[in-house]
Structure formats: structure tokens, C-alpha cells
């Protein structure tokens, strides 16, 4: 069975902080994803990897950088977070070709 | 620019009879399409997908109907249990691409 691990379920930081959201996947895939959700926008993706140290600008990247220095670990990073920001954060893994297996969130609260 | 809309934000359902959930789509690139169910707290989970060389897919319970034409997809489901009450979003990519749009989910309600 797949396993995608975020590393926190809830987060609170303050305005203009950094704050790192870790993922982790089990399954070796090659393909790794950041989304949003937000009540009646859906999941909107922020970035996507398709291999180690590659990373490509989803529909809204603004505010936000990621990280994969390895295979099953891929990172979003908000440079300086802002109240906008607050957001249920999901990350997914694929093997290409393959349906998404997606993690159990991250709600984070911006103050 | 919503590609893929789903236009019921919920619906409700009597247990037992069929729970049908809509989705529409305005990129005619878009080939792949899925369906993902959520719980409250937890990710999504892959539902049932269906590819554009097929107009219907089933799984089970659950049926995916796809109108190219219409740029139309609904998900079935029969007969409907208490346990499907959750979000549902459709999805679709289109080929060679990694990347799925999501539409913005419909809350299915089971009333027992």
C-alpha cells in the first residue's frame, strides 16, 4: 500500500516566518505534488516534481518554493508566510501513468 | 479560468437509491479523467478513473459515464451506503502531461 507521510497536521506560524511543509512517499515514484484546498476553489496545485531536483510552477506558485534533494522526499517551503496563506495543504505521489496517492493534509494557520 | 466545474456544491441521497454526481470540463486537451473521494481530515482516495477512448467505466458500485461531445462526466453510484457520504472531486490531464485540474467538489450526503 502506498504511503504518502506529511509530516505535520496542524501548523501554526506567524506572519513572515518561514515555514517548511515536509512529504515523504514510500513507493519510489517519480512524480510528487503540492496542493491547496480551499472551500469552494477545490485543489488548486502549487508545484510538481518529476525527479529529483526538478521542479515545475503549478497554477499558483506565488508566495511559495519547493525542494527534492532525494527521490521520496519532497518539500514546500513559504518564504515569508502571510495570512493567505492559511490553507489545508496536500501532498500526492504518482508513478507516472498512474492515479495520484495523496497524503493527509497539513492545516495551517497563519497569524 | 475554471476548467473542470463541478456546479453542486452537495447533494442528498437516500441510503439505497443512486447518488449521481456531475462534472464539466472546457479543455477539449483534457483525455484522463478521475474521480477522488475525501473524508473529512483525511487525503483524497482514487476512486475510478476513465480514459477517453471509453464512454463508461465501472467499478463495483461505481460507474463513470463519460459524453466527450458534451464535455461531460458524471459519477454513479448504486446502490448508495452511509460510508459514501463525503466530498467527491473529479479530475482530468490530458496526455503526457503529470499535472490534473480538480474541480471544486460536490458533498454527497447519505440519509439513512
Known amino acids: 500500500d502506498v504511503k504518502v507521510t506529511q509530516s505535520s497536521r496542524y501548523l501554526v506560524k506567524r506572519t513572515g516566518e518561514k515555514v517548511f511543509l515536509e512529504c515523504v512517499q514510500d513507493m519510489d515514484h517519480e512524480n510528487m505534488f503540492w496542493y491547496r484546498q480551499d472551500p469552494g476553489l477545490g485543489l488548486r496545485l502549487i508545484y510538481f516534481?518529476?525527479?529529483?531536483?526538478?521542479?515545475e510552477k503549478g497554477d499558483i506558485p506565488e508566495g511559495y518554493s519547493v525542494s527534492r534533494e532525494k527521490k521520496e522526499r519532497f518539500s514546500l517551503i513559504l518564504e515569508s508566510a502571510s495570512t493567505n496563506q492559511t490553507s489545508m495543504y496536500l501532498c500526492a505521489s504518482r508513478r507516472t501513468g498512474q492515479p495520484q496517492h495523496f497524503g493527509d493534509g497539513t492545516r495551517l494557520s497563519i497569524l | 479560468d475554471q476548467q473542470v466545474k463541478q456546479n453542486s456544491p452537495s447533494l442528498s441521497v437516500q441510503e439505497g437509491r443512486i447518488s449521481i454526481l456531475n462534472c464539466d470540463y472546457t479543455n477539449s486537451m483534457f483525455d484522463y479523467f478521475l474521480w477522488y473521494k475525501k473524508y473529512p481530515a483525511e487525503g483524497p482516495t482514487f476512486l475510478i478513473s476513465i480514459s477517453s477512448i471509453k464512454d463508461k467505466n465501472e467499478d463495483g458500485r461505481f460507474t463513470v459515464f463519460l459524453n466527450k461531445s458534451a464535455k461531460h462526466l458524471s459519477l454513479h453510484i448504486v446502490p448508495s451506503q452511509p460510508g459514501d457520504s463525503a466530498v467527491y472531486f473529479c479530475?482530468?490531464?490530458?496526455?503526457?502531461?503529470?499535472?490534473?485540474?480538480f474541480g471544486t467538489g460536490t458533498r454527497l450526503t447519505i440519509i439513512p
Open positions: 479530475a482530468a490531464s490530458s496526455f503526457g502531461n503529470e499535472k490534473l485540474t
Open positions: 516534481s518529476y525527479d529529483v531536483k526538478m521542479k
